[in-house]
């Protein structure tokens, strides 16, 4: 870590009591050594980072940190607090702070930083001699590792290994190796969900004493893991919804496989039940290339793991094909929003198209965004069949999905598609082959092959009768009134909210968005439900994190302001924090209110063209205001129902020294 923190980056004494103030005195100290360019510029950037989560840490450490344009080079400040200032963390106030700084694009440095420093803090000399020094030019040298923790004769040998540093050798040492693991995660979006399960498997891995290294499958692509550290690991960790990439790398390892959810909910259990299988020797059946994945069970082909491994597949089809259903779907609502919905399109827009009329500006961003969401269905088949058998799946996939737009089949004859695709190409490179044809078996034979045999089953076997399906659910969306258009606004609703941007969530705005590749008016009240609904969670927490405040943490209450801005722009994983936090009275609350406010919507006959929610496609919604009033009435439902049974259940207590002396409450919960 050498140059990245100096002796004026140290403050010894820091007098701040609140994170916010914590960072700006360490930010100060930044822009003194023209470290950071714009100081409340920095901060922003810094608070949005901590509103996605907090960044406390067990042991008394806060490690605020952030990417922003606003820094000029890779920087690191630490301060030591006597009163504690509160990260987050679950075992309370962080009297060590260390506030990270990167250059905006700057992925390498911002997570060397981290994982280097990350590495540090495990050691407990470490942090004593932090602790207890008195200088801050030792201090920013033991960060920069130029001087070890207070050595002793016992605890640092004069002379380290050859090939390794003595830090490292002092605590890990030979005779005790610690137990070593290597993670995957990636959820449908790859935003939250991602972050949220390596952050919780890394803390969890530190309170066992584990040895974990996390690889985020996001959807700012990913990092792969240095092949010697999964050689080196004793387990694996796959928290995910989506298909693992290049999951050969990991094969002759005891794996535990799981969905996403899990990596946040339950890590500690995640990490001992990959204990578990070392000791016992399990080993996973992963073949390079292969799509198929073994729980490690011994089993393979029980109902509920192939249902685990279709709910992948799916969802893997699903992750790919929102970029498309966003970008497209929304320039066709802009082209709405400009130029009305009875907008004449241009043969050939390039023909037609006047730079001073804004019928011609509408056409074109029409055009566009239909031709991108021409691409929806058979993004959706490929990427099913990729997540099945990877790269050789991806033709037969494509050929299906677009087949299925040729006989109008649709969003399920994609979804079919998608599937036999996959099943196809499994089949075939189950198939004993010849060594002369190895080489050529993914990129000629399995595409050649598998695309015929898909080809025919769509157009002459499954494609009709799927076609023939989706007109009748047509037909039934557009006749949905009365009671069945609020059955259906519920479920929907109930989705939306139950695991908050999960498999579920997912279904419901999956089918909601396939109405939009051919919008009927059933279709498109099916849009505007399940976008209001999944606005529901967020808007309904931070509404009772204001009314009543003694009933959540300082931390809930700070995640509850930003979930305002989330929950008005649909971002529904705003919720998940405090779902987390206590599911048993948030999770149905929300759900309540989810169910209400799509029942209304439906009742209302709001609609909606965008794929999208949030106040800005307010323009773009029929019965706008009917529509915010179904938000607002499932908002308040949720809200209520929260404070009702946190209220009843709550247990106050004072003691000295405690949470009530800094206006603090201990909320007991029992399930």
């Avoid at 301060?79 to 990270?100: E, K, N, T, V």
């Avoid at 540093?165 to 030979?174: C, F, H, R, T, V």
């Avoid at 996939?397 to 649709?410: H, K, M, Q, R, W």
């Amino acid at each position: 870590m050498s140059e990245l923190i100096t002796a004026d980056l140290v403050d010894l004494d820091l007098s701040a009591t609140t994170k916010d103030a914590a960072a700006r005195s360490l930010a100060e100290r930044m822009v003194a050594a023209h470290r950071v360019t714009d100081l409340d510029g920095f901060l922003a950037d810094v608070a949005a980072r901590e509103a996605q989560m907090p960044t406390g840490l067990d042991g008394g450490i806060g490690i605020p940190h952030c990417r922003s344009e606003h820094v000029s080079a890779p920087t690191l400040a630490f301060g030591r607090s006597a009163a504690g200032i509160d990260f987050g963390a679950a075992d309370g106030p962080a009297d060590l702070i260390f506030l990270i700084a990167a250059p905006a694009g700057a992925d390498d440095d911002h997570l060397t930083i981290l994982s280097g420093l990350a590495r540090r803090l495990m050691d407990p000399e470490f942090t004593a001699a932090l602790r207890a020094g008195t200088e801050p030019a030792a201090a920013a040298a033991l960060i920069r590792g130029e001087e070890p923790a207070e050595p002793t004769a016992e605890q640092e040998p004069e002379h380290a290994e050859p090939g390794r540093d003595a830090g490292a050798e002092a605590a890990e040492p030979a005779a005790d190796a610690p137990f070593r693991v290597v993670a995957v995660t990636s959820c449908p979006t790859g935003i939250a969900h991602t972050y949220m399960a390596a952050e919780s498997l890394a803390a969890a891995g530190h309170d066992q004493g584990v040895e974990i290294t996390v690889e985020t499958q996001g959807s700012a692509g990913f990092t792969k893991l240095d092949p010697a550290v999964i050689a080196a690991a004793d387990a694996v960790i796959w928290a995910h919804d989506v298909e693992v990439r290049e999951k050969g790398r990991f094969r002759g390892k005891p794996l535990v496989d799981v969905g996403v959810k899990a990596g946040i909910n339950r890590p500690a259990e995640l990490i001992a039940e990959a204990r578990r299988k070392a000791e016992r020797g399990e080993v996973a059946a992963v073949a390079a290339g292969d799509g198929a994945t073994d729980a490690g069970d011994g089993s393979g082909t029980d109902h509920a793991h192939f249902g685990v491994r279709l709910r992948t597949y799916l969802m893997s089809g699903v992750s790919y094909m929102v970029p498309f259903v966003a970008a497209g779907g929304l320039l066709i609502a802009l082209s709405f929003a400009i130029g009305g919905y009875e907008i004449a399109s241009a043969t050939s827009v390039a023909d037609h198209f006047v730079w001073g009329e804004a019928d011609s500006w509408a056409a074109l961003l029409n055009q566009i965004g239909s031709a991108a969401f021409g691409f929806l269905v058979p993004v959706l088949a490929g990427y099913i069949a990729y997540g099945m058998a990877d790269r050789p799946a991806l033709v037969p996939g494509f050929v299906g999905g677009a087949i299925a737009l040729t006989v109008n089949a649709g969003f399920l004859g994609g979804l079919v598609a998608g599937l036999l695709a996959g099943a196809v190409v499994m089949a075939i490179q189950r198939a004993p082959v010849h060594a002369t044809l190895r080489g050529i078996m993914p990129v000629l034979v399995i595409p050649l092959i598998a695309s015929a045999v898909v080809g025919f089953l769509m157009f002459i076997v499954v494609g009709k009768p799927i076609a023939s399906l989706q007109n009748a659910l047509t037909d039934w969306l557009n006749g949905l009134s009365g009671s069945n258009a609020v059955i259906l606004g519920v479920v929907l609703g109930l989705m939306m909210c139950f695991d908050m941007g999960g498999p579920l969530n997912k279904v419901a705005y999956a089918f909601a968005v396939g109405g939009l590749a051919d919008p009927t008016p059933g279709s498109l009240k099916v849009m505007a439900a399940v976008m209001a609904a999944g606005m529901v969670p967020p808007l309904a927490m931070a509404l009772a994190t204001t009314v009543r405040k003694k009933l959540f943490t300082k931390t809930e209450r700070e995640n509850g302001r930003a979930a305002w801005v989330l929950g008005a722009s649909f971002i529904t994983e705003g919720a998940i924090p405090f779902a987390a936090a206590d599911p048993l009275r948030v999770i149905p609350s929300v759900m309540a209110g989810g169910a209400v406010t799509g029942a209304l919507s439906m009742a209302f006959g709001a609609t909606l063209r965008a794929p999208h929610g949030g106040v800005f496609v307010v323009p773009l919604i029929g019965e706008p205001f009917l529509y915010l009033l179904a938000v607002a009435a499932g908002t308040l439902v949720a809200a209520a129902l929260v404070v009702l049974l946190k209220g009843a259940r709550r247990t106050t207590s004072a003691p000295a020294g405690g949470p009530a002396a800094s206006g603090e409450s201990r909320v007991a919960v029992t399930a």
